[in-house]
């Protein structure tokens, strides 16, 4: 068993390592060198990309330290372990109401156009700031108030599980598959509709989303199947050890993060391509790989 969890640990650190690498890597090239264009459609792209690079750090930081204090108890620090299960509990709410947030507004563009257009974007973003301020607070809240967790961590404390009680962590696991399973719905209902669109309809041209919403339906797929499928799994395999189905649900989750991660670089990365050849030749028409995640071509 501690072979197990020390192998899974280290696959989990090195995943959020090389997560954090390349949104902070994208980010910097945006922000800073600007040799990729900054759309404000993409706004929501962009803050999940910190998302991402925040949540893997911490991940990765509460692994390493774990494993530390496991082969040496000399280099426990009290309450430490409790503060960065927080800090990752917290780019977690983070990331899962912003993965919802692109889902919901997909679907409103898509089903009410008229609806979404007549409202700006810095209002929508308003209201995801608002509801991320509420969504963090009601966590603490369950945490501290509802369950009645305590800053108080044993020394002898050498997993996330002995840093909270059971109501937490009863809270926390039905808060992940609600999630999950919204963003399933919207997803699929978003793709059923991409697929009616695209190959059922006789004018093509005027039904073809965006190649930003395809692969963002992409995204969210890889992520549901990563997220959700483990904590359903680990949810029935309670009499199993809580450290083996916890390294395994976290690998999953980082790994489809990764894959996610890829997939948006990449994405990025032949934008950026794409700019250079424009620059070169200044003829060319200048076509957008990543237009907006929101409307359609």
Not at 118 to 128: D, E, Q, R, Y
Not at 146 to 161: A, E, G, H, Q, R
């Amino acid at each position: 068993m501690a072979l197990i969890v020390t192998v899974s640990t280290l696959i989990v650190v090195f995943l959020c390592e090389t997560i954090c690498y390349l949104n902070l890597r994208l980010l910097f090239t945006i922000f800073y060198l600007k040799k990729i264009a900054f759309k404000p459609d993409l706004t929501l792209v962009y803050l999940i990309l910190a998302g991402d690079a925040g949540y893997s750090f911490c991940v990765g930081l509460l692994k390493i330290y774990t494993l530390a204090i496991t082969f040496s108890k000399a280099l426990i620090v009290k309450n430490l372990i409790l503060f960065l299960l927080i800090a990752s509990i917290l780019f977690g709410v983070i990331r899962t109401t912003l993965i919802f947030s692109i889902a919901l507004f997909r679907f409103i563009a898509i089903y009410f156009q008229i609806s979404y257009h007549n409202n700006s974007h810095k209002t929508l973003l308003c209201a995801i700031s608002v509801n991320l301020c509420l969504l963090i607070f009601f966590d603490q809240y369950m945490m501290f108030g509802y369950c009645n967790n305590v800053i108080d961590v044993p020394l002898v404390c050498d997993n996330s599980k002995c840093a909270y009680n059971q109501c937490y962590f009863d809270f926390w696991m039905f808060r992940e598959k609600l999630v999950y399973i919204c963003i399933s719905m919207l997803s699929a209902v978003l793709a059923i509709r991409l697929f009616v669109w695209k190959f059922c309809t006789k004018n093509r041209t005027d039904h073809m989303f965006s190649k930003a919403t395809q692969i963002a339906l992409l995204d969210s797929a890889v992520v549901i199947f990563s997220n959700i499928l483990p904590v359903f799994v680990s949810s029935q395999l309670s009499n199993i050890d809580f450290l083996i189905t916890s390294s395994m649900t976290t690998v999953c989750r980082n790994l489809g993060l990764l894959i996610s991660t890829v997939l948006i670089y990449r994405i990025f990365m032949r934008d950026k391509k794409l700019v250079s050849v424009l620059m070169v030749t200044p003829s060319a028409r200048p076509t957008s790989i990543i237009p907006s995640i929101y409307g359609v071509e």
